[in-house]
């Protein structure tokens, strides 16, 4: 009887932990959903950029510095290394702008 009184807490336990690890996506799910486009911005034109001869719309997408530090994206010029993450419907979901190349 008292082996019985051991072994069903362990049981729940062992359910939860498991359940619960079944709600939460894996890390790598996240990121199959995201292709990323490096490159260094061409051109700049309102909110679009150009990079390696294609335009990006990136109005009302959130830039970030590689530190963290959230950028407007009318702070984007040209010669700028910028990483766009573009979901799998080819929206823009982010940019991370690094500093001026020098050329």
Known sequence: MAGRIRFVPMIAALMLVLGSMTIYPRAGEAAAHLRVVTGIVAGVSGNSV???RKSYDLKGIPAFHPSGRR???SGIVRGM???LYIQKNNRINSVVVYDPMVE
């Open 50 to 52: 150009s990079i390696e």
């Open 71 to 73: 950028l407007e994206v």
């Open 81 to 83: 290394k910028v990483d």
